[in-house]
């Protein structure tokens, strides 16, 4: 019976709500204009223009005017209960601490700026100059932090608080409540309260007797939010491929939309614990405390430099109507690791350090450190040089293993070049007695080539670190303004491909020392062994080539990488030089060398895998060439 009570009461206010647009159609349309007489003459500039004038009233005559019956008939069928708010005057409403300033307006009960007072942006103008400003989150007037409420008898079936005008109730320094009240005596109430030393506020949303105000069934309301991200950083195509929107389904790990191409994500129901915009450095998130996000979707539009916003995010989700209050934490501000961390959900997983092991290495191995020299030391590039000799003090064995296979190698160089004059041009045989040599004397041609492998997991780690952690932002070290983007050394007159208006000068330095150092190493080694002459030039060439092509790529990353790479480099031709001089005895190789020679032979490992193939390859070889005969 109440179902169809229900059904009836819907019918008859859709048919109610027709009726009065009908009404009002007809009462807005404007007046036919009269078909102009074949017989009048044509009107003059003068004529057309008292023709335009409205007429004089009619004296005794009443104005026309909307009904106010009709006014009020059509805002009930629009917000339904929440007709009292939808009308009022915007205001502004702020509380701050030591950190940020936040501003409400009470057109929605929303957030209208987040201002961070320990922070400024800093945009590059065409001219490539540096023009700075305060960081201010959240401050579009395009973005939307709104609700669609359930309300019953409405044209849309839904209300949105972003055209409800709240009551504002300020309860001391740091917290104030926002209502949307109904003609029934309920309201839906936003409440804030500002964290008095972090970047986070205290958000709850409660519906107070709003039973008789919301569709029947209905027991959640869809928050839609929609934010024009700002431009933060110097380099703004690096900074828009680092922002996107995260989330994190219950129980799982946070997962995040595509971050440079437009993408959408939609989880149906499974359970959300929080979603987040996020630029390179800074974060808008929400988590829920008491329940659980369902219906969430996620995307992402990308913009171009020309645009005024770096990228649209978006993010939609259902909140509960009808569990008591849903309590909420809102955090704006810095992606800084400890305090994301401390929330213990692990919102830090939104800092872009990676994923995987090399996201690990960066979380609970260099970020720690940096952290713990940072306490002692002022200059964020000194921290990277003692970080680098750490890392290089760490990985010392695999360095001195590399040397010392090089040095092995070396030490048969006289005899490879015994084989070289006795065999001439024929690579393939070569190979194979070169092989021979290795294995008599039990030498690993690719022991120096092991190490190099060993490190690469941290060097993918530190390629993401350097850009995401927010401590190297504008952290500046000799002619470098800011570690966490390029530095200029020396800027160019106009636009080249592959290195853009600007030469980086840590970037030069690193290939000048990369092609020493790959120079210095391949004098140490004999690659003869190695396969074909012609495949040995290739991969000659591509040693020396491979630092010339990153030069493009590291000419426009953030020159905390490749500052630690320059000092990684000056450190390595330092541990070589010292190992090889000082601390490895080439006598006692060469004797060690000789013993090993004189040993039985081990058989089934890879040597003579390794020379099973290369003869097998010679003898392919050699019946082409019976063949051509």
Same mark, same amino acid.
């Given at each position: 019976?109440?179902?169809?009570? =229900?059904?009836?009461?819907?019918? $008859? ?8 647009? !009908? &009404? ?10 009269? *078909? ?49 708010? @939808? =009308? ?98 309920? !309201? ?14 205290? !958000? /709850? ?14 027991? =959640? ?7 024009? &991200? ?14 996107? $929107? ?9 997962? !995040? ?23 390179q450095f800074f974060n808008s998130s929400i988590i829920a405390r008491n329940f659980s996000f369902t219906g969430f979707t996620g995307e992402t539009m990308m913009l171009t430099d020309a645009d005024s916003d770096l990228k649209i995010l978006r993010a939609t989700a259902m909140v509960p109507l009808n569990n008591g209050p849903a309590n909420m934490t809102l955090y704006s501000g810095p992606n800084e690791f400890d305090r994301l961390h401390s929330y213990g959900v692990t919102l830090e997983d939104l800092i872009p350090f ?24 002022? %200059? ?5 040089? $003692? ?18 296979? /090089?040095?092995?190698? #070396? @030490? ?9 004059? *006795? ?44 850009? @995401? ?11 470098? +303004?800011?570690?966490? =983007?390029?530095?200029? +050394? ?14 980086? @000068? ?16 391949? *004098? ?10 012609? /495949? ?21 990353? #953030? %020159? ?36 090993? *020679? ?13 020379? #099973? ?17």
């Amino acid at each position: 019976m109440e179902e169809k009570q =229900s059904n009836l009461n819907t019918v $008859v206010g859709i048919g109610l709500i027709f009726l009065l647009l !009908y &009404l009002w159609m007809q009462y807005s349309a404007p007046p036919a204009k009269p *078909k102009p007489a074949t017989d009048q003459p044509a009107q003059t500039a003068d004529t057309a223009a008292a023709a335009t004038t409205p007429a004089a009233p009619v004296p005794g005559a009443t104005p026309t005017a909307p009904s106010d019956s009709l006014k009020s008939a059509l805002q009930l069928a629009r917000f339904g209960a929440f007709t009292p708010a @939808a =009308s009022g005057t915007e205001q502004t409403t702020t509380i701050d601490n030591e950190l940020m300033r936040v501003t409400f307006t009470n057109k929605g009960g929303r957030i209208k700026e987040v201002f961070l007072k320990k922070y400024n942006k800093i945009n590059t103008d065409p001219a490539g100059n540096d023009v700075t400003g305060p960081v201010r989150l959240l401050e579009d007037d395009k973005n939307r932090f709104e609700y669609l409420i359930p309300v019953a008898n409405t044209a849309s079936g839904t209300v949105s608080t972003s055209d409800l005008y709240f009551t504002v109730a300020k309860e001391g320094k740091y917290t104030v409540a926002f209502r949307a009240l109904t003609n029934t005596g309920g !309201y839906l109430e936003q409440r804030y309260t500002l964290s008095p030393d972090n970047y986070h506020l205290d !958000y /709850q949303v409660s519906a107070n007797a709003l039973q008789t105000a919301l569709t029947p069934g209905q027991t =959640s309301m869809r928050l839609n939010w929609v934010n024009h &991200l700002d431009k933060l950083e110097r380099n703004q195509t690096y900074e828009r491929s680092m922002s996107s $929107v995260y989330y994190k389904i219950n129980d799982q790990d946070p997962d !995040y939309c595509n971050c440079k191409a437009n993408d959408s994500k939609s989880l149906n129901e499974q359970p959300v614990q929080w979603f987040g915009h996020t630029n390179q450095f800074f974060n808008s998130s929400i988590i829920a405390r008491n329940f659980s996000f369902t219906g969430f979707t996620g995307e992402t539009m990308m913009l171009t430099d020309a645009d005024s916003d770096l990228k649209i995010l978006r993010a939609t989700a259902m909140v509960p109507l009808n569990n008591g209050p849903a309590n909420m934490t809102l955090y704006s501000g810095p992606n800084e690791f400890d305090r994301l961390h401390s929330y213990g959900v692990t919102l830090e997983d939104l800092i872009p350090f990676g994923a995987s092991i090399f996201g690990a290495i960066n979380r609970w191995v260099i970020q720690p450190m940096f952290v713990f020299l940072s306490q002692f030391i002022g %200059s964020a590039g000194i921290v990277i040089l $003692v970080l680098t000799l750490l890392v290089k003090l760490l990985l010392y064995p695999l360095t001195y293993r590399m040397v010392f296979s /090089q040095a092995k190698m #070396a @030490a048969l160089k006289p005899k490879i070049d015994e084989l070289r004059k *006795k065999f001439g041009a024929d690579q393939q045989a070569m190979s194979v007695e070169t092989m021979k040599l290795y294995s008599e004397f039990r030498v690993n041609p690719l022991g120096g080539c092991l190490p190099i492998f060993l490190q690469m997991p941290i060097w993918f780690a530190l390629y993401r670190f350097f850009p @995401a952690a927010i401590e190297f932002r504008q952290a500046s070290f000799l002619w470098a +303004a800011d570690l966490s =983007s390029y530095d200029v +050394a020396f800027k160019l007159p106009t636009y080249i491909w592959g290195f853009g208006t600007h030469i980086s @000068a840590f970037t030069l330095i690193w290939v000048v020392t990369t092609l020493w150092y790959t120079w210095y190493s391949m *004098k140490q080694m004999d690659t003869s062994a190695m396969g074909a002459n012609d /495949q040995m030039k290739v991969m000659k060439y591509m040693q020396y080539g491979m630092p010339v092509m990153f030069m493009f790529f590291f000419n426009t990353f #953030a %020159s905390g990488l490749t500052l630690y790479l320059c000092f990684s480099n000056l450190l390595n031709i330092g541990q070589t030089v010292v190992t090889k001089q000082f601390l490895i005895d080439h006598d006692k190789i060469r004797a060690q060398l000789e013993a090993n *020679k004189n040993k039985p032979k081990k058989t089934g490992g890879w040597r003579d895998r390794f020379e #099973a193939a290369m003869k097998e390859q010679q003898r392919v070889q050699d019946e082409k060439a019976k063949k051509k005969k």
